[in-house]
């Protein structure tokens, strides 16, 4: 009985169930980055120099931004403030993603971005009316010509990313959670991590 449980439930994987949130997340960082800087129009510039932080705003590529979101005004924030706020969240989210630090608060803001993102897509067709046509083409659409498509991946991936966590040993959250419990002298910390990914371990099962 123990090693049909065993088989089903490949337990003894337990001890790789870093791998998921780790791929996940060096996965999202660079998308996000490069999203970021191009938001920004950072080291894009033709005088681009490493050590001269002057160089690495290219005033026309932010621009270029600007003029890319149209004359939106969503929730009460310009075009040119909505890039400012997107490129920087971006940005900042992505060297978080890479620390696997505040993970599940960075995936919450990206989230936040990549719906608002998808709503300035889809445009005077709507939200129904977008899915709907996602649904009848799905299996058949090509996804670099389908940006709604795109940013609904990424929001299936932040969505799984939020409830698994950053994952142990390669993430800084992580070893802050354990040295917080070792402090206040929470042995049950040992028994129980919360970054520990297995959905097959139910009360009774033990």
């Known amino acids: 009985m123990k090693f049909l449980v065993g088989f089903f439930s490949l337990e003894w994987m337990r001890v790789f169930d870093f791998l998921a949130p780790l791929a996940i997340r060096l996965f999202l960082a660079p998308m996000f980055w490069i ?33 890319a979101m149209g004359e939106v005004s969503f929730l009460g924030l310009g075009a040119e403030t909505w890039v400012i706020l997107l490129g920087t969240i971006e940005i900042v989210a992505a060297i978080l993603l890479v620390l696997g630090f505040a993970v599940r608060w960075v995936v919450l803001a990206l989230m936040f971005i990549v ?10 067709g709507g939200f129904l009316n977008t899915m709907a046509q996602l649904v009848m083409t799905h299996g058949y659409s090509d996804m670099t010509n389908n940006l709604v498509e795109v940013k609904l991946v990424y929001f299936v991936l932040l969505l799984a990313l939020f409830f698994m966590g950053a994952g142990r040993w390669f993430s800084l959250d992580w070893y802050v959670y354990r040295s917080f419990m070792n402090r206040i002298g929470n042995k049950s910390a040992a028994k129980h991590d919360p970054f520990e990914i297995d959905a097959t371990d139910e009360p009774g099962l033990n």
């Open 35 to 67: 999203s970021g800087v191009q938001h920004l129009g950072l080291f894009s510039s033709s005088d681009f120099v490493a050590w001269n932080p002057l160089t690495w705003l290219n005033t026309e590529a932010f621009q270029q931004s600007v003029a």
């Open 115 to 124: 719906v608002v993102q998808g709503l300035l897509l889809m445009g005077e």
